[in-house]
């Protein structure tokens, strides 16, 4: 009966140390964010019989429990894909925003400038002043339109550098999550650490891309749109070939570019496939009917040295790279007498033609959906704009749903300082019980053996 | 719910970066002036304020259309004054020459003075602003009149600027009101006359004193509608006036942020951070373990 008190005592003191062991385990680990509050599971020892009574046999710990909750998990990693999506689409868009640069003048200053320097024009035709104060005026429009087009282009082909990194990111991580399958399986026993590794790699994973995650004996499998990244202890290849998207397998190649909706990849594509060319296209149209109207009027006037039939700009055939390829007729450049404000030969002071193309600054344009020039420009700031403010709202609120549930997800598998204190008086308690038991049964053995002396 | 310390920080940091956000606007919209700085802070309010933009500069530019236009018009209306002072000497002279008193001595004394009149006006109607010839309707590099002969040079041309969208106005007067296909050639009347002066023909010189006084006419009705056009251009300056007034308001309103409201929204921002920051700071260090022996 004592050494069975003794054998208690001694079960109290290792579940005590093991307990103890767990809380440094915990505490030295409370910042790492990978990181699952672990605790021990104690069970009592199979009490043994004595006569009628059933005598309890002391604790031993079955199991340290990962203090995890599937629901939770799932639920912050799903929010991640829209999480990665917004952030993108946020930073570039307000880079977009910095590109039109409207707060400090613009594109647009630079268009109304331009219509100022042919009413100053129009006011005097003979003016060398004022045509040269045309051209002048002609080219900071033109190098607007050039600078714009450019960054747009130039962010174009950045994202393009963008989408290969994420997807060189991508087949790291199904890489590396496919490895702690195959590890997970193999080790078996205690893998916490290795659940928390593949959990913080799959929430990676789920910001770069939208993907569907199945648990099953152990391992994960890892779906995009019904094709697979992750199975087991393979991982699934992407791979960009021009504009697709391309997923690999052996010989097998498709073309997933379509089902890639959330995660930085989706907001990255939907910027280089849709959002900046809509921008690009905008702008070339506004460039091209420019270009197309003004030298359409033009040329039906005569220059102060009788030239007609001359185009303001270079015509361009098509508006595809019109904000590019916009450029003031050389033959204007060199001789501003050349710039047609008169309707007729001879008439220095005639200005009819310079009015006329002063018409077309209030003409709303059929081709810009019936409004005009400056309009169809103010509507594509306002769109560029909009984009923006949905994208930093979204991620806000996105931001806010995510940490939300981050927290509930760590108010179960998060580790709490004055939690792991109390744990461990309480444990330090225990520990101090079970030797103190020791101690007295050692004094009741003791007594015993002095009983025959 | 188990509060863990993670929460803690991670709200903390989340809250002083959201506060800071604030403080970085507030400063941005008190440094700059303005409400709009990105499209993105108000995308309508920003498009409007591109319209407004542009309007205003439209209007300011209408406005100095306006006033090059008047300039071109006082030249003309003291060019205009010049021929009708220059007439009515003209006329002063005829009538004193035209009498029984007046012999060929004067008259021919006279036609010296006329002759000098017709440079005078000659020298008006070839007036230049700029380097513009302003009485030779477009054909502006060329003198309307020459000695030479007393043809009109130039053609009907009307300069016109525009006052709106949709509304033009001319602003120069052709020189063809002093020789009119219809009425008095001003310096074919001169002629005349010098030529009756000289040859001392007073019957000529009366028969020219109706020629003078049509042509005065001609010159004050022309004066009269300069006059119309000039008051027109003046109320429409006065109009364009108002209006640049009322749209750099209207972009004020738009553009510009409330310095009232934005350094109230600066000191309650302010104030949060500064709890904030001392709320973090006692309250992190506040743990189980500073209490345990």
Known sequence: MISSIINIALSGLRAAQIALNEISNNIANAENPKYCRRSPVFRENSPIRYSSLLIGQGVKVTDIKREYNKFFATQWQEELGL???????????????????????????????????????????????????????????????????ERLHQLHKEINGEIEATIADINKLTQQIAGLNKDIKETGGNVDSLYDERDSLIRELSEKIDITVFEEDKEVKIFLDGCPLVEGNKAFELKVNGDQIVWNSDDVEIDITSRIKKGELGAYLRLKNEIIPEYIEKLDNLAYHLVNKVNEQHKQGYGLDNSHNISFFIDLSSPEGAARDIELNSDILDSPNKIAASSAPDEPSNNENALAILGLKDTSIPELNDTTFEEFYSCLIAKVGNDAKEASSFFEQQKLLVDEIRDKYDSISGVSLDEEAVNLLKFQYMYDASARLISITDEMIKTLINLGA | MRITNGMIYRNFINNLFRINEHLEEDYEKIASGKRIKRPSDDPLGMARSIRYRSYLSTIRQYKRNIEMAISWQNLTESALNGVENALQRVQEIAISQASDTANANTRKSAAKEIENIKKHILGIVNTKFGNRYIFAGYITNNPPFSESDNNYHGDEGLIKIRINSTTQLSFNIPGSVFAPADGINIFQMIDNLKDAMENNEPENIRACLDEIKQALDQVINAQASLGAKMNLFEEIKVQLADMDLDFTGIISNTEDADLAKVTIDLGIHQTVYQATLTATAKAIPINLFNYLG
């Open chain 1, 83 to 149: 999480l990665g999506d917004y952030e993108v689409k946020k930073q570039v868009l307000g880079q977009i925003e910095t590109i039109f640069n409207e707060a400090d003048g613009g594109l647009s200053n630079a268009l109304t400038e331009f219509w100022s320097a042919w009413e100053d024009l129009s006011y005097d035709p003979t003016s060398m002043a004022n045509r040269e104060t045309l051209i002048n005026k002609t080219q900071v429009l033109i190098e607007n339109f050039h600078q714009i087009a």
